[in-house]
């Protein structure tokens, strides 16, 4: 989440003050440090107040929030995920006033602990994403911290589960005095998607360095960028199985055999549109879809851009979904399609068209919410729920690879967070009671 604010902001707001977000980080790594090594009661519990805290608000405003929206495909799961914040929140706060409940709560944690390893572990060795060994021994290490926890062993599960909490506050702490430190070093014509934090997995090697970063900001058009995007369940046409979060996230098996993962494009008007197809295709019967996910040189294969949405269209069939911005940067988004289209190579889980739209995306909205008070803004980000959606996805599509679903949900929550006025809660929360 903190990277994604930190794109959104910009760097120039965070550049000159680098030393902030480094302390900031080292405190937070003591915090989680104190809290793993139970050196205070009321730390675990202010801390324990604030995550309660923090996930029944977010669940609220996603569950009751969602209502207001006309129901689509994605209506139903950020419901869910909702009333699950709310769920642990509540969980948590009572855990904080009845004693009784703390091992209910730690329990849970090792529940959801060992979820993201076994997930974790899973992706390592089926993407096997660069450094997948290392990404596979966290998971193990996620997992048998979780079983530690749910086995009450070596210590009790009330006090283990602290050590899993102050384990993910160490990692946050720990991006954000990596950032701070890099930052320092950033050049002022270099993208922020050039750090390290975002360039793990060659995403952004082709990140916009302007020399003259003169009109480059991003600000709102009255022409919008336009993402088109074809999930795997409409572009299979009625697939064989009804399998709704495979069929929207991965792929949907179509009636005549074959296998549809779905495609994305983008387009801004008159001239541009970006679109990258593989030189066959792919998911037909006899074709190892498993073996084609590992994301190694050895399935890089030759790709082919599409010249436009028309052609495209006339080729194969419209798309399901369109989603429009208007605050973008020009700019930054044709430096960037200028830099990737020297190469055509396509690996379908590592270098594919949702892996390439999002990557044009967050370098065109990179700065779309610098403010001249960026640390009042940094936390206005941090309360809103799209940001916590869109890190959960942008999370789970690092861990394996960027669809067409998932670059659904992240575009769409992008554009609420750019596009769409800003809201103080008071407003929000008046919106929200208005239930129809």
């Known amino acids: 989440m903190l990277k994604i604010a ?36 009321i730390l675990t519990v202010s801390v324990y107040l604030a995550i309660g805290i923090s996930l029944l608000g977010v669940g609220l405003v996603l569950a009751l929030g969602e209502l207001r929206v ?47 390893g076994l997930n974790r572990f899973a992706a390592a060795f089926v993407f096997k994403v660069g450094a997948w060994r290392l990404s596979a021994l966290y998971g193990a290490a996620e997992l048998a911290l979780a079983a530690m926890i749910l086995a009450s062993w070596p210590l009790s599960a009330a006090r283990m589960a602290p050590v899993g909490v102050g384990l993910v506050l160490a990692v946050s702490g720990w ?27 060659g995403w952004y090697d082709h990140a916009p360095i ?3 970063d003169t009109g480059s900001a991003p600000q709102r058009h009255e022409k919008p960028m336009t993402l088109y995007i074809w999930t795997p369940e409409g572009a299979a046409g009625a697939p064989v199985e009804r399998l709704p979060v495979i069929n929207r996230y991965v792929v949907a098996f179509a009636r005549n055999g ?26 037909q019967p006899g074709d190892n879809l498993l073996s084609l996910l590992n994301s190694g040189r050895e399935n890089d294969m030759e790709g082919r851009f599409l010249p436009s949405y028309p052609e495209e269209v006339a080729d194969w069939c419209p798309s399901e979904v369109q989603i429009s911005l208007h605050t973008y940067s020009e700019r930054r988004l044709r430096a960037f399609w200028a830099g990737y289209r020297q190469d055509s190579t396509y690996n379908l889980s590592n270098r594919n068209c ?36 869109a890190s959960a996805i942008r999370s789970r599509a690092t861990a394996m690879s960027w669809t067409p679903g998932f670059l659904l949900d992240y575009a769409s929550a992008l554009r609420r967070l750019v596009d769409e006025p800003q809201r103080s809660w008071p407003q929000r929360l008046k919106r929200i009671l208005r239930l129809a």
């Open 70 to 116: 006309p129901t689509d495909s994605r209506r139903g799961f950020t419901i869910v995920n909702g009333v699950t914040c709310v769920a642990v929140g509540t969980l948590i706060l009572i855990s904080v006033l009845i004693d009784g409940w703390m091992v209910a709560t730690a329990i849970l944690v090792g529940l959801a602990m060992g979820l993201v």
């Open 258 to 283: 074959t296998v549809s993962t779905g495609h994305v494009s983008l387009e801004l008007l008159p001239d541009l549109y970006i679109s990258h197809y593989p030189g066959r295709d792919l998911g």
């Open 354 to 389: 949702s892996t390439l739209v999002v990557a044009a995306l967050d370098a065109a909205l990179e700065g779309a919410l610098a403010s001249p008070r960026p640390w009042r803004r940094l936390m206005a980000l941090l309360l809103e729920p799209d940001m916590w959606a």
């Open 210 to 212: 302007l020399v003259n």
């Open 175 to 201: 991006i954000l005095l990596r950032v701070g430190l890099m930052l320092r070093t950033l050049e002022e014509e270099a993208a922020i998607l050039l750090l390290p934090v975002f360039s793990r997995r």
């Open 6 to 41: 930190f794109l959104l902001i910009g760097p120039a707001a965070f550049r000159s003050q680098w030393h902030v977000l480094a302390i900031a980080g080292a405190l937070l790594m003591a915090v989680a440090a104190a809290l793993i090594a139970g050196v205070s009661p």
